[in-house]
């Protein structure tokens, strides 16, 4: 699970290792207690260098900060297929009753 998780105060540099790393498009941004913060594309990414930006800078400003999610044990694979087919999602965060970040689904 940590391959997937990224801390809102990374650079995109750092992102963009973390991407490398999981091998996903998508990572799941969360602060230092692991409350969900976001979500962080490679498109977004993409968008931010295309505009010139410097890599050393912070992903705060680039990721969405309002993610589709589920909270743990309410969902089902018909809303799994949903998110990800209709909404073109590559991961969809699963939180606690205090949006702490406990698993992840990912589009396979």
Same mark, same amino acid.
């Given at each position: 699970?940590?391959?997937?998780?990224?801390?809102?105060?990374?650079t995109?540099?750092?992102?963009?290792n973390?991407?490398?790393v999981?091998?996903?498009k998508?990572?799941?941004?969360?602060?230092?207690q692991?409350?969900?913060?976001?979500?962080?594309? @490679?498109?977004?990414i993409?968008?931010?260098? #295309? &505009?010139?930006?410097?890599l050393?800078?912070? *992903?705060?400003?680039?990721? %969405? =900060?309002?993610?589709?999610?589920?909270?743990?044990?309410?969902?089902? @694979?018909?809303?799994?297929?949903?998110y990800? #087919? &209709?909404?073109?999602?590559e991961?969809?965060? *699963?939180?606690?009753?205090? %949006? =702490?970040v406990?698993?992840?689904?990912l589009?396979?």
């Amino acid at each position: 699970m940590e391959n997937y998780l990224i801390d809102k105060n990374a650079t995109i540099k750092q992102a963009l290792n973390k991407l490398s790393v999981c091998g996903e498009k998508c990572i799941i941004v969360v602060n230092k207690q692991n409350i969900l913060q976001g979500t962080l594309s @490679d498109g977004d990414i993409r968008k931010f260098i #295309i &505009n010139h930006k410097s890599l050393s800078n912070k *992903i705060s400003n680039i990721y %969405n =900060k309002n993610p589709k999610k589920f909270l743990i044990k309410n969902y089902n @694979d018909s809303k799994i297929e949903h998110y990800f #087919i &209709n909404l073109r999602l590559e991961v969809i965060p *699963i939180v606690d009753k205090n %949006n =702490k970040v406990v698993d992840a689904v990912l589009f396979s």
